[in-house]
């Protein structure tokens, strides 16, 4: 599922909001860290939903949000962990300059490797790569 966000705010201060479900915000100093936290408390909500026994509310698409001046509209796409899931381990062989890469851009972001290979596919989910 695809949640429709409203992102505002300014460079070191930006907030997103989920207009489909009240309560559910999150910051960030970049636009990079707001998403990710923004997808990291979907994913909370959708927990904390199912726990509850309660059906998570359904997504309005992009058309139908109305934004407000100065907000970028945008979506996050609510990728589904099982908390109840032990974690998988993948063994893979990667091209030095991807491995460079990816190792560069986790220090740039202060994420571990495995988060933010975990963020990339949420990001590569999200514009339907």
């Known amino acids: 599922m695809r ?11 930006y907030g997103i909001v989920f207009p489909d479900i009240e309560g559910i915000a999150a910051m960030g ?40 001046e100065g907000c970028a509209l945008t ?16 063994n893979i062989t990667l091209g030095a300059g991807v491995a460079e890469f990816i190792d560069s851009e986790s220090k740039r972001r202060g994420m571990s490797r495995k988060n933010y290979l975990e963020w990339m596919v949420r990001q590569t989910a999200q514009v339907g790569g």
């Open 3 to 13: 949640y429709t966000a409203l992102i505002d705010g300014e460079r070191g201060a």
């Open 29 to 68: 100093e970049t636009l990079d860290e707001v998403i990710l936290n923004g997808a990291a408390v979907l994913q909370d909500y959708a927990i904390e939903m199912e726990r509850d026994g309660q059906e998570l509310v359904p997504p309005s698409t992009l058309e139908e949000v109305e934004v407000p």
């Open 75 to 90: 979506s996050i796409v609510l990728v589904r962990s099982a908390p109840d899931k032990p974690s998988v381990r993948l």
